[in-house]
């Protein structure tokens, strides 16, 4: 449960409880992503992500995984709590411009309680987008278990 302050009376501030889902899943927002790739066969590669959400503030968590992608999606799972599948992960670049940096567009497929969703972001910052698409398809889970 997250803590929630709400008007009442238009002066009065209460508290009330509401659950993560209520909370919003599509308000969150990346704020800073930090990956350390080992060098060393047998360590992993190790994600440090930082995500705000105007009800929770901003929550810190770090992932490992056999990928650095795969370890930042581990730490939003632990900040968001849920722990899909990635079904698939796919780059495509956008039409160069002199002088600037190469737009990019990342979708993904995840599996959550046995049903598929898919999420995309665009931007020029590969690991940005990739966790944003990522969070995008499971604030689609969430619509659509809500309907």
């Given at each position: 449960?997250?803590?929630?302050?709400?008007?009442?009376?238009?002066?009065?501030?209460?508290?009330?409880?509401?659950?993560?889902?209520?909370?919003?899943?599509?308000?969150?927002?990346?704020?800073?992503?930090?990956?350390?790739?080992?060098?060393?066969?047998?360590?992993?590669?190790?994600?440090?992500?930082?995500?705000?959400?105007?009800?929770?503030?901003?929550?810190?968590?770090?992932?490992?995984?056999?990928?650095?992608?795969?370890?930042?999606?581990?730490?939003a799972g632990h900040i968001v709590g849920v722990s899909p599948?990635?079904?698939?992960?796919?780059?495509?670049?956008?039409?160069?411009?002199?002088?600037?940096?190469?737009?990019?567009?990342?979708?993904?497929?995840?599996?959550?309680?046995?049903?598929?969703?898919?999420?995309?972001?665009?931007?020029?910052?590969?690991?940005?987008?990739?966790?944003e698409a990522w969070l995008d398809a499971i604030a689609k889970s969430g619509e659509h278990n809500a309907a």
């Amino acid at each position: 449960m997250v803590r929630v302050r709400a008007k009442i009376d238009g002066s009065l501030m209460a508290t009330q409880s509401a659950s993560i889902a209520e909370a919003g899943m599509r308000d969150w927002r990346v704020r800073r992503i930090d990956i350390r790739s080992p060098v060393h066969k047998d360590a992993h590669p190790v994600a440090r992500l930082e995500l705000e959400h105007p009800v929770r503030g901003r929550v810190t968590d770090i992932g490992e995984a056999s990928g650095a992608f795969d370890a930042a999606f581990v730490a939003a799972g632990h900040i968001v709590g849920v722990s899909p599948l990635l079904l698939s992960y796919n780059v495509r670049s956008g039409t160069p411009v002199a002088g600037e940096a190469l737009p990019i567009q990342i979708d993904v497929e995840i599996e959550l309680n046995g049903e598929r969703h898919k999420g995309t972001s665009s931007g020029v910052d590969l690991v940005r987008c990739s966790v944003e698409a990522w969070l995008d398809a499971i604030a689609k889970s969430g619509e659509h278990n809500a309907a």
